[in-house]
């Protein structure tokens, strides 16, 4: 697929890898502190910075219910009820342009994750750049035709989404009116174990979606899993980012600090670097060490009319020789003139 450009920045297998630093609700309802991982993301070198656009009450109800309640034995968030959880993680609205202004003044490209179809509205006043869908809503596909009519960039997270489900998903943006979409390969558990991430996905999709950019959305902790998806054509990457995992938040416990994001963002680089092309035979800059391959030399000085023998040559480093593989060809042949312990053994040396 052809490069997706998002304002000044390309998405594609021809261009470094996108990276995505997602501050969700590690504000801690502070907007300084926003704020502060706007300035902090910006100085790792990560390209976008992303919110979530949602109030409790667009996103769930307040109802005292088993169904309302989190109650899966080690999940981060068990005991909370998910009108509280919500009501603590949104980003206030109001905070919304401040946020994106100041993510533009650093570079990068400041985006939101819509919950609903007012969250679109709202974020088309302040004129995004595009737009992500979350896992969770991924089947929401009223949502999805609401984004995808915007005609902007899409990124959708995939987790927990079948095949059927995800060939769904792209056919509604498609025909919505999204001509550039992103699926990020996802595992909705936080935080992700690297076993049941399952990363070996991206290349399937990429067969299955060739129209269609593939990334991965990582909530494993480290940048290991992020790195190696890049080596399996990863174009974008995102992660949740915060000031300091110890300050805590409802994010917190697995997202990123500004020295991993760092590294994050050269390690996808060295590896996106390093995918290269299909080659064999020396690069051209390996065309300078061919010289330090084994070569067939004299080993003992040999007289005019003496055979060489096991004892009088040897395959040794450098190269300027006659390659190994000649060596039991001429063991037995006999030596047209006198040489040294050092040198070379060449075609015409050989009778």
């Known amino acids: 697929m052809m490069s997706i450009i998002i304002e000044n920045k390309k998405i594609g297998i021809n261009n470094k890898p996108f990276i995505i630093a997602e501050m969700s609700g590690n504000h801690n309802q502070s907007l300084e502190r926003a704020l502060e991982i706007v300035e902090a993301a910006a100085t790792t070198g990560a390209h976008a910075l992303k919110i979530q656009t949602y ?183 995102e992660k949740h980012f915060t000031l300091n995992r110890a300050d805590g938040g409802v994010d917190a416990a697995f997202s990123m600090e500004p020295t991993e994001m760092k590294a994050l963002v050269e390690e996808t680089e060295r590896a996106w670097l390093a995918l290269g092309n299909v080659t064999y035979g020396p690069t051209e800059k390996e065309k300078k060490s061919l010289k330090f391959r084994r070569s067939i030399y004299v080993s003992k000085d040999i007289k005019a009319g003496e055979e060489f023998t096991k004892d009088n040559i040897k395959i040794v480093r450098p190269g300027y020789g006659l390659e190994p593989k000649y060596y039991e060809t001429i063991l037995g042949k006999v030596a047209n003139k006198s040489m040294t312990k050092g040198t070379p053994l060449k075609y015409q040396n050989l009778f």
């Not at 999805?144 to 059927?164: D, N, Q, R, W, Y």
């Not at 990363?199 to 790195?227: A, C, N, R, W, Y």
């Open 55 to 237: 109030t409790a009450d667009t996103i769930t109800l307040d109802v005292e219910s088993p169904d309302f309640l989190i109650s899966d034995e080690g999940n981060l968030w068990k005991g909370r009820k998910l009108h509280d959880l919500y009501d603590e993680a949104h980003t206030p609205w109001e905070w919304h342009k401040p946020i994106f202004d100041r993510a533009k003044e650093l570079g990068m490209i400041a985006f939101s994750t819509p919950f609903d179809e007012t969250a679109v509205d709202f974020l088309e006043e302040l004129d995004v750049p595009l737009y992500k869908i979350a896992s969770f809503e991924n089947t929401d596909l009223p949502l999805i035709k609401k984004v995808a009519s915007t005609g902007k960039p899409m990124i959708v997270s995939t987790g927990m989404a079948t095949l059927a489900e995800l060939d769904e998903l792209v056919c509604t943006a498609k025909e919505a009116g999204c001509k550039d979409l992103v699926l990020l390969k996802c595992t909705s558990t936080y935080p992700a174990t690297p076993e049941n991430t399952n990363i070996l996905t991206i290349p399937h999709m990429k067969q299955l979606f060739e129209d269609v950019q593939i990334g991965l959305s990582d909530h494993t902790m480290g940048i290991g899993v992020s790195v190696a998806s890049v080596a399996l054509g990863a174009t974008v990457i």
